[in-house]
C-alpha cells in the first residue's frame, strides 16, 4: 500500500511539474523579421467580480509602462530608431502582447520586451495614465462608436451572469477604484508559467530561444486560485436592449451563445455557413445583397461565429482572441430609423430563409472555396500565422489553416445545411440597439403593426413581394422584454 502510495504521489508530482510548463510555440524562418506573440491564458474572465478591468490595466502597465530601470518615455525613445512597437490585447481568455523588429535589433528590442514583462517598474504616474486612457477609452472612445458599442452591449447581455458578461476593458466606477496594488497582486497570481505561451518566429537564432525560455521561467510556476467558470445562461425568450443616445442612425446587432468552437467538428460547415450569409466586409454574401445591393438600407451586414471585435476598422479578425464559448452574430450596420425596424425584419428574415431551405448546391461551392483561399489571406503575415498557430495550442487544434483546409475539402452541402439547423435560430435571441428616441424604437419593436419600406424609385416584383412578407414578419417582442439604456450609463 505504501509503495502505491508513493507512485501516486510520483505520478502526481510529475503531472504537477508537466503543468507548470510554459507552453512554446516557435515558428523559425528566413525572415530577416521577428515577431513576438507573448500569450498568458488570464484575460478579463479572471478578474475579481469586484474589479472589472483589472486585466486590462495590468497588461496596459506592462505594455505602455515602464521597468525597474528605464522609464516609459526612455521605452519609447529606444523603440523609435528601430521603427518597432509593443502592445497588448486583453480579451476574455488571453492576455495577448505583440511585437516585430528587424533581426539586426533583436537583443536592443528584447532587452526591452523582457523588461517590461519581467520586471515591471510599477510607477504611479504610468498607472494614472494607463487608468486614464482607460476610462477616456470608454466615455470617449466606446460610447462614441454606434457599431462597436452596441456589439460589447449584446455581448455583454448574451453572457449575462457569468465571467464573460463584463466589458474587457472594465467599467468607469471600477477602474476608478482599482488601485497600484490590485494590478501588482492580479500580475503576481495570475502572470504564470502554466498560463504562458511563448510565440516567437522569424530570423532568430535557436540559442536566442532557449535564452528566452530561460527568463520567462523566473516567473510563478502556477497561477493562483480561479473560480469555476459559468456556462452561458439559455436565452428562454428573445429580448431587446436599447441604448438611448443622440444619433442620427440605428446600429443593430443580434445573436445569442453556440456551442461551436474550433475544436468542434461542426466548425467548418458552420464557417461555410456564415460566410454565405454574410461574410465580413465582403460583398457576395446573403445579407450584404439583400440589405445594401438590392434594398439601400445601409453600408453592409454580416454574420459571425466568433468574437469578432473592431471590425468596422478590420478587414480580418485579429487572433489570440480564443474563447471557451462563442457566439453566432448579425451584424447591421447602421440604418436611418424609419426602417430600422423592417431591417431587423429582414435580417431575421434571411436567417430563416438559410436555415428552412439551406444553402443552395452552387452557392455551396462558391462559399467553400471562398473560406479556403480565404484562409491564406488570414495567414498573409508573419505575425498572424504565430497568433494563429497560438491559437492552435488553446483549442488543441494544431495547424488550423492545414486542418481547416482539410475539413473544408470533406464537407459536403449535407454537413453544412445540417449544421445550419442545429446551431442557428430566429428565436430566443438578443438584440441590441444604439438609437435615439429609445422609447419610439421600444413601442415599434413591441408592436406587431407592419413596417412597410419605401424606395426613391420602382423595385422589381421579386423584392416588393419579398417586402410584403417581411413587413409583416413577427418578432415576438412585448414591451417588458425590452429595455432602455442611457449611454452614458453604459459599462459605467
Known sequence: MKSQMRSLACLLLFAW???????????PTNSPLVAFRIVFTAGSAADPPSKP???????????????RTQTYRQIEDALFPMAASFSAQVDKEMSTFIGETHVDNLEAYYKLVRGMLLEPGWREEDFKRVKDDAINGIKSGLRNNDEELGKEVLYSEI????????????TVTSLEAIKLDDVKHFYASQYAQTKLILGLSGGYKPEFLERMKKDFRQLPAAAGFQPRREEPRPID????????KDTRSVAISLGFPISCTRQNPDYAALLVASSYLGQHRMSGSVLYDEMREKRGLNYGDYSYIEYFPRGMYQMEPSPNLGRRYQIFQIWVRPVQPSTAKFALRLALYELNKSIKDGVPEDAFEITREFVTKYTNVLMRTQSAQLGYSIDGLYYNRLDFA??????????????????????????RLVIAAVSKNGEELKQQLASDDPSPMTYNSPKPASITETDKIVEKWPLHLKADAIRIVPV???FQ
Do not use: E, F, P
Open 488 to 490: 452614458d450609463r453604459v
Open 17 to 27: 511539474a508537466a503543468a507548470a510548463q510554459m507552453r512554446v510555440m516557435a515558428l
Open 237 to 244: 425568450a428573445t429580448r431587446v436592449v436599447i441604448v438611448d
Open 402 to 427: 492545414g486542418t481547416l483546409k482539410q475539413d473544408l475539402a470533406k464537407l459536403t452541402l449535407a454537413d453544412v445545411n445540417r449544421a445550419i439547423r442545429r446551431y442557428l435560430r430566429v428565436d
Open 53 to 67: 478591468g483589472l486585466a486590462y490595466l495590468t497588461a496596459m502597465m506592462l505594455s505602455d509602462g515602464s521597468t
Open 159 to 170: 453572457y449575462q451572469g457569468m465571467s464573460y458578461s463584463h466589458y474587457s476593458m472594465g
